[in-house]
Nanobody, 115 residues
């Protein structure tokens, strides 16, 4: 059973930074790609960023240049560094993996950007 646990969310002012973490109960090497998604109130869940086993990353256009995804294979962790945060970034952020055609999600961590 794959378990994902996100942490690092909180309340931050516009222009501020947060670093989210995603810990997993199995080896990170099980997954070809690890994603970050987010869901704002009343909105559908949307892709934010991903990183593959080679360290190649992809980003949603609205976060490019502000967010950076990274991974630590020794610690089985994935991170999302978020800089220059905007009110539109307010959402619950989720870590996601797919293993043998089954999707696994964490419970999410709330990020609120407000003055």
């Amino acid at each position: 059973q794959v378990q994902l646990v996100e942490s690092g969310g909180g309340l931050v002012q516009p222009g501020g930074s947060l670093k989210l973490s995603c810990g997993m109960s199995v080896s990170i090497r099980n997954f070809d790609v690890i994603d970050w998604y987010r869901q704002a109130p009343g909105q559908q869940r949307e892709f934010v960023a991903s990183i593959d086993t080679g360290g190649f990353s992809r980003y949603q256009h609205s976060v490019m240049g502000r967010f950076a995804v990274s991974r630590d294979d020794k610690e089985h962790m994935v991170y999302l560094q978020m800089n220059n945060l905007k009110s539109d970034d307010t959402a619950v952020y989720y870590c996601h993996v797919n293993l043998y055609d089954k999707d696994y999600w964490g419970k999410g961590t709330q990020v609120t950007v407000s003055s």
